[in-house]
């Protein structure tokens, strides 16, 4: 079965099953075989989390069950264990806002003067995509120290996910 249903961040709602077959494509019991799921050209295993390594049962099925994509696009899976299958490209699409993500960070920041560089902020998906069409307000919160005081703006519109 191949991986669909994908939203960047959450988990897929159809989640891969890979079959174990003989030489002559005949399905073999597959209990203890274990396969390992990974994104093609992901050298640094930044873009799929879940339980990455499933086991076999013995009606030859290998089932995975929390993957998580986060990047949105087209995206290929491998899958590894006793050989290797690849599966057809997977859709992952940009999923709901659920989040603030900072796109630029502000710049010159000295006490009682504005920011030489205003923040920029994006709506989000879970997987960090920006999501567009977002009129909505953003609210930033800083962090301050003992004896510190804060002033200025902290909420901003946002046109089409950005503030």
Not at 120 to 145: K, P, R, T
């Amino acid at each position: 079965i191949q991986p669909a249903g994908c939203f960047g961040g959450v988990i897929c709602t159809t989640q891969p099953v890979i079959q174990v077959l003989d030489r002559v494509g005949n399905v073999v019991p597959a209990t203890g075989t274990q396969v390992t799921a990974s994104i093609v050209g992901d050298t640094n295993s930044e873009f799929l989390s879940g339980t990455l390594i499933a086991s076999g049962d013995s009606n030859g099925d290998v089932s995975f069950v929390d993957l998580v994509i986060a990047p949105s696009g087209y995206l290929v899976m491998n899958f590894s264990g006793p050989g290797y299958v690849l599966s057809d490209p997977v859709l992952v699409l940009v999923g709901e806002k659920a989040k603030a993500r900072i796109f630029v960070e502000p710049m010159g920041l000295e006490a009682g003067v504005s920011f030489l560089r205003q923040p920029l902020a994006l709506a989000a998906d879970f997987g960090g995509n920006w999501v567009a069409g977002i009129s909505d307000i953003m609210q930033v919160e800083f962090i301050c120290g003992t004896g510190c005081t804060q002033f200025g703006n902290f909420t901003a519109p946002t046109v089409n996910g950005v503030a």
